[in-house]
């Protein structure tokens, strides 16, 4: 079985442009989760999609959102780009049980720069 | 709030000795899952163990094991003769049944093994 695919892997930005992340999660799994990686702060969670409907969301601004499509692929987008924004965006899918009864298998994650 | 710490911000050992990653985790619910994650460099999130707060059978498999004293509401993780290729930065993290948080990690260890 395939694991977690994002796509791109990397990826340049300037500040003030926006930029879209992909993730195909594992085939039968409904469940999308975002994480936000930096040398600074860590792993944070950003938002989790389940059956097209956002279930939880992290500590994020605005200008970080999301979407699930109904093939349960799921979309990050971030607006207005800010330096800070530089980091390792890792996409995890899971059944979508309760959380917790089920694990979470992690992509490659795409690591975006932003200039 | 939920919260997970990992002391030890980098372990170096030779190759064949064992090592224990430590992890303390605090949470006020009576319903939690702990789980451990190994990012080796190339940045992927490889899954390694879970485990529910009901559940202090302390678990082997291979030269992993773990150590869950809820007592300590400590979480350790031990590999035995250690490889080369545990190298990585290992993650311990929380989440609890409602997913409000996301997984909830630690800062991670990283862990090197000279040969």
Request: charge should be neutral; glycine fraction near 10%; proline fraction near 3%.
């Amino acid at each position: 079985k395939a694991g977690v695919t994002q796509t791109p892997r990397y990826l340049i930005k300037t500040r003030g442009q926006q930029v879209t992340l992909s993730c195909s999660p594992i085939s039968g799994h409904r469940s999308v989760s975002w994480y936000q990686q930096t040398p600074g702060q860590g792993l944070q969670f950003l938002f989790e999609y389940f059956s097209e409907t956002q279930r939880n969301k992290g500590n994020f601004p605005g200008r970080f959102s999301g979407r699930q499509f109904s093939n349960s692929r799921s979309e990050m987008n971030v607006s207005t780009l800010e330096l800070g924004d530089s980091a390792l965006y890792l996409c995890a899918s899971s059944l979508g049980g309760t959380w917790g009864t089920d694990t979470q298998y992690f992509g490659p994650g795409t690591r975006l720069t932003v200039l | 709030a939920q919260k997970v710490t990992q002391a030890q911000t980098e372990i170096s050992v030779v190759e064949k000795e064992d090592v224990t990653l430590d992890c303390v985790y605090e949470t006020r619910d009576t319903t939690y899952y702990l789980f451990w994650y190994k990012q080796p460099p190339s940045g992927e999130l490889v899954f390694l163990i879970r485990r529910n707060s009901f559940d202090e059978q302390n678990e082997i498999s291979g030269r992993y094991s773990w150590n869950f004293q809820k007592s300590t509401s400590s979480f350790n993780f031990t590999i035995t003769a250690s490889q080369v290729v545990d190298s990585a930065v290992y993650f311990c993290a929380l989440t609890t049944g409602g997913g409000a948080d996301g997984l909830t990690f630690g800062k991670g260890t990283h862990l090197i093994i000279q040969p």
